[in-house]
């Protein structure tokens, strides 16, 4: 029996990193600890809460006091972090709520991780899950690789980069047993309609304004949710010790083409004339800072553990669209309240 304790397994990448550990390993027992800030919401792991291998608690990981309690209660064989504030536009206006979750988190869970494992790191796991934006920006060309140097622009990637310093020093310093993957853009179900492909699709089925930054140049890969926790599921169980993984989908997009092509997915699927969602398309005012292009190089997680994206984008992009349109009910619940105060200060539209 191997007890797992998952961080942040009430958002999106996490409810399904948490659904597929529960469903595919019965002997594991999983422990799902979340905040359930505005981004975590236990709806959307209704299917799997009866589970008998399933558990969740509400902390907060920059509790140290609470989390050296949960550990030394616990006593679990692995973490896998996924704990996180999570949006770029959120770190702009409000960078300190980042150092604290991301930074101070991440390090109380790695000391607590360290005087409950110790003597025995070997046979204890610290996954932390972190993302390509800590690369900074590339040009025209080239790709990410697990060697490229950190050069985080924004508050966000700035937090997820000394985090990841911070593993690293555990392992390096301590011998703690971890392993990092750096993940590109995600999409798929249950993800908050405060990133863009959700935000769109929300606003193109209520006929709202879809906002742009800048000219939509922007380019990034975009990884299927679900590839991304199987990814983790791979990276968990067979890499060494102190290993970095990239995890990507070769798949990249500037952002209006990626909008375009939803809108002609929306006005399909509404029953909409040709065009008529894209009419809703707004430029807005760029995010400061904004990376031009990312692109993420996985060929070690392919050739060594033999990974491979399953779903062809399009056929991803119809899929997250059936679901939105099909769950109606999460979406009204976690666009009521704060949301509809955060979405009003957001946009500048011109
Ligand atoms: P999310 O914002 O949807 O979920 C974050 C979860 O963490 C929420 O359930 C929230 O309640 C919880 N949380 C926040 N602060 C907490 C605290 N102090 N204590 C306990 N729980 C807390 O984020 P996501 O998009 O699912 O991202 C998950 C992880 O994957 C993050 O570490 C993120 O940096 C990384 N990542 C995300 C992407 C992406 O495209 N979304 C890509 C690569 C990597």
């Keep these: 029996m191997k007890k797992i304790l998952i961080t942040g397994g009430a958002g999106f990448i996490g409810s399904h990193v948490v659904r597929l550990f529960v469903k595919s390993y019965p002997d594991y027992e999983i422990i799902n600890l979340d905040k359930l800030t505005y981004a975590g919401n236990l709806l959307n792991l209704t299917d799997i809460e009866q589970y008998p291998n399933y558990r969740f608690i509400k902390g907060d990981i920059t509790d140290t006091g609470f989390i050296n309690e949960l550990f030394q209660v616990e006593n679990p064989d692995a973490v896998i972090h996924l704990a996180a504030e999570s949006h770029?536009?959120?770190?702009?206006?409000?960078?300190?709520?980042f150092v604290m979750t991301n930074v101070i988190g991440t390090v109380s869970l790695l000391n607590a991780a360290k005087e409950c494992w110790k003597g025995n790191y070997q046979d204890h796991r610290f996954y932390h899950v972190s993302t390509d934006e800590v690369?900074?920006?590339?040009?025209?060309?080239?790709?990410?690789?697990?060697?490229?140097?950190?050069?985080?622009?924004?508050?966000?990637?700035?937090?997820?980069?000394?985090?990841?310093?911070?593993?690293?020093?555990y392992h390096d310093t301590y011998g703690l047993n971890v392993v990092i993957s750096n993940c590109s853009n995600n999409y798929g179900s249950h993800h908050f309609p405060e990133k863009l492909i959700p935000l769109a699709i929300n606003n193109i089925k209520n006929n709202k304004p879809?906002?742009?930054?800048?000219?939509?140049?922007?380019?990034?890969?975009?990884?299927?949710?679900?590839?991304?926790?199987?990814?983790?599921?791979?990276?968990?169980?067979?890499?060494n010790a102190g290993d970095t993984y990239n995890i990507g989908g070769h798949n990249e997009w500037k952002n209006i083409d990626l909008i375009q092509l939803l809108c002609g997915i929306m006005d399909e699927k509404l029953g909409r004339k040709d065009g008529e969602?894209?009419?809703?398309?707004?430029?807005?005012?760029?995010?400061?800072?904004?990376?031009?292009r990312y692109a993420i190089d996985s060929a070690k997680l392919q050739d060594n553990l033999g990974w491979v994206p399953s779903l062809?984008?399009?056929?991803?992009?119809?899929?997250?669209?059936?679901?939105?349109?099909?769950?109606?009910?999460?979406?009204?619940n976690v666009t009521s309240g704060h949301y509809q105060d955060y979405y009003k200060q957001q946009y500048e539209y011109h």
Excluded: C
């Design 210 to 239: 879809v906002p742009v930054y800048g000219k939509g140049e922007n380019v990034r890969d975009w990884l299927w949710v679900e590839d991304h926790a199987r990814a983790i599921d791979t990276i968990f169980h067979k890499a």
């Design 88 to 97: 770029v536009d959120r770190s702009i206006s409000n960078p300190m709520e």
């Design 312 to 332: 062809q984008f399009e056929e991803g992009l119809r899929k997250t669209v059936d679901w939105y349109l099909e769950n109606q009910e999460w979406l009204e």
């Design 277 to 292: 969602s894209a009419a809703l398309i707004t430029y807005v005012t760029d995010r400061a800072g904004h990376d031009l």
């Design 135 to 169: 690369y900074g920006a590339l040009g025209e060309t080239g790709m990410f690789t697990e060697h490229t140097a950190y050069d985080p622009h924004s508050p966000y990637s700035a937090s997820k980069a000394s985090s990841d310093h911070f593993v690293r020093a």
